[in-house]
């Protein structure tokens, strides 16, 4: 037994950090499986197959959304506990609740945890892991419990009695807060089309789970700062705001210009403002619908596969290639078209590595996006070519959106969306580090020669 438990260990420790990374969220899938396949989490004569239960519990784990199953018609309420205990475990990543669990059982963080922490986070230093990890936990259960208690008031007006009320303000909290795109409404959010304050509460946490942990923690010590000299913000974190909502004001206004003389002809500015507006804010990564996003007309399916597949920020709750990604590839084309060889903002200059990754995580997310949608082709003959798009940029950014089709999915469709959920939420990088081999330091060059490039 005991050398059983040593071979086992000894495989541990020769995996890379990514590759562990990888495994325990693999195993959080397993676990995820198990529990949603359990009777007690269905309503009475309620079956759920294999593969519907994996790929529900993959995109709660990936909190993208996406279903093959009525969330409300299907899980009981032990079922929707469970449900919202995954999400939490994928939106806040396994290692922030698995370094709580640790300081709970009282067991010291070492520098193999540290290093997991980093790779789950997307870290570049061990400086500061362990508070990081409990100002996150506690930032999110905060906003949360917030949320609940907000919602599950208002919802009082909505619901006949105040379990109920509570209770589905407790899981619209969770699934807006993780960006998770779950409903136990039936419906998403199309019963609350009309109310405003309803579509303003979501819209407020949906922000603060997609913006990025490190922009939020700077954000509240920005508020308790007592120095004497101004709060300097990272450029991180200027970069990312700055990003983050030029994307959702341009494409609430794209949606606006794009729907004017079709979804929203018959709608007044501000029902047409709403629609444009939550759906701008949803395709970060929130998932969420106040419509049947499948009604908008195709260039404004374009415009959402597009914010789908940019995604959230780093270092949130979200997929895509993320906005700082996005934001540096828009900058370099910017500054080289100026004649530039680097990109100086905000009174800093961008390393020219983190230039160098963000063409290489866009050029990846294109390869496997487009290798999905070849796919889906294939064996979703019955598809249009948007409806594909659309689903693969959803299950890419861990979105949630759908014009429908996800549950008419072939199993061989749900396996390819299940595996693009999965790509999305451990990243592009993490995906390239598990299948490249270990970094082999470079001891001599060749000639070098110019190639034409365009």
Known sequence: ????????????????????????????????????????????????????????????????????????????????????????????????????????????????????????????????????????????????????FVLGTYFLNYFPTWKEAYFQGFFAAVSATTNAGFDITGASLVPFANDYFVQFVNIVLLILGAIGFPVLIEVKEFFTY???????????????????????????????????????????????????????VSARNGGLSTMDVSEFSTPTLMVLSVLMFIGASPSSVGGGIRTTTFAIMILSIFFYAKGKNSIKIFKREVHPDDIFKSFIVFGTAVIVCFIAM??????????????????????????????????????????????????????????????RGAEVQETYHYPKERIIIG
Not at 21 to 37: N, R
Not at 55 to 72: D, E, Y
Not at 231 to 249: D, E, G, H, Q
Not at 383 to 405: K, P, W, Y
């Open 226 to 280: 007592k120095g004497k000299k101004p709060y300097r913000f990272s450029l991180f974190t200027k970069l990312t705001a700055t990003t983050f909502f030029a994307l959702v004001i341009i494409g609430t206004i794209l949606i606006y210009v794009l729907e004017f003389n079709h979804f929203f002809a018959d709608k007044s500015w501000h029902q047409s403002f709403f629609y444009a507006l939550f759906q701008s």
């Open 1 to 148: 037994m005991k050398k059983i438990q040593t071979k086992n260990i000894d495989i541990l420790s020769k995996l890379s950090t990514v590759q562990l990374i990888v495994l325990l969220y693999f195993i959080a899938v397993i676990v995820s499986t198990i529990l949603l396949s359990l009777p007690i989490a269905h309503k009475p004569n309620v079956e759920l197959s294999f593969v519907d239960a994996l790929f529900t519990a993959v995109s709660a784990i990936s909190v993208t959304g996406l279903t093959v199953v009525s969330t409300a018609d299907t899980f009981s309420t032990v079922g929707i506990f469970f449900l919202a205990f995954i999400l939490q475990f994928g939106g806040i990543g396994i290692m922030t609740l698995g370094t709580f669990i640790w300081l709970m059982l009282g067991k010291k963080i070492g520098f193999r945890e540290r290093q997991l922490i980093m790779t789950d986070q997307n870290r570049s230093t061990f400086s500061g892991l362990v508070k990081l990890m409990k100002q996150i936990l506690i930032m999110i259960i905060s906003i949360e419990m917030v949320g609940t």
């Open 374 to 435: 070849t796919m889906l082709t294939v064996f979703e003959p019955s598809f249009t070519l948007i409806e594909i798009i659309f689903e693969v940029c959803s299950a890419f950014g861990t979105t949630g959106l759908s014009m429908g089709i996800t549950s008419e999915l072939s199993t061989a469709g749900k396996l390819v969306i299940t595996a693009l959920m999965f790509i999305g939420r451990i990243g592009i990088f993490s995906f390239l580090f598990l299948i």
